[in-house]
């Protein structure tokens, strides 16, 4: 199998490579900084959704034994109420991949956050709903929220990828591996 050139994108180079590729633009920014206050009033149902969701499934709610759910919840609102920051850069995108990383380092499978977006897409179309272009911002809004599940899943396969390669002595052999050569 030849080498992709995707295999040589590392570090921040992909964030770079993120933020290029979602091509969020100016006006689009712009259309969902301007419902960020809206975004604010929305975080509580948010929090309450999400966490209603976790805790009514023993494999997920296992998780928040013995954490401040208080804590979580006010960072998890800021998460949100980010989605709607209007300023999507390569400091926003290591921003969101830390929390990704924090999630790799709890043991917590990739699938239970992913699953969670049914939770958060119907908030934040609705917060995009209000807007004076409403099709303009769900699109926007759309694209925001591909960056993030782009980046959770990257901490997972930085993480994975690390381990792999130290095992098997580098990196190219481990994609090989991963993709079954
Ligand atoms: C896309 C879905 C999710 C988002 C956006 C999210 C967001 C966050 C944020 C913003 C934090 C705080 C990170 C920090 O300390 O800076 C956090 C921490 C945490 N999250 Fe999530 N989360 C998601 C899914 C989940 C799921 C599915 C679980 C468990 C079933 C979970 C459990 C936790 C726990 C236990 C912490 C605390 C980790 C620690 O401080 O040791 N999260 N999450």
């Known amino acids: 199998m030849a080498d992709r050139q995707s295999w040589s994108v590392k570090g921040t180079a992909i964030l770079t490579e993120l933020v290029k590729m979602m091509d969020v633009s100016a006006a689009e920014s712009q259309l969902l900084g301007s419902l960020h206050d809206g975004a604010k009033a929305q975080t509580t149902a948010f929090t309450d959704a999400f966490y209603k969701r976790l805790l009514g499934h023993a494999a997920t709610a296992e998780y ?79 694209k925001v929220l591909a960056l993030d599940v782009a980046l959770f899943n990257q901490a997972y396969e930085d993480n994975q990828l690390s381990h792999l390669a130290d095992l098997v002595g580098g990196e190219r052999l481990a994609r090989l591996l991963l993709a079954g050569q």
């Open 64 to 142: 928040l034994d013995g954490v401040s759910v208080e804590r979580l919840t006010g960072m998890l609102g800021m998460w949100f109420s980010d989605l709607f920051r209007g300023n999507y850069d390569e400091a926003y995108a290591q921003q969101r991949l830390k929390i990704g990383e924090i999630h790799v380092r709890i043991g917590l499978p990739v699938r239970y956050p992913l699953a969670m977006l049914d939770v958060i897409m119907p908030f934040g179309e609705q917060v995009a709903a209000t807007s004076s272009d409403p099709a303009k911002a769900i699109t926007a809004f759309r």
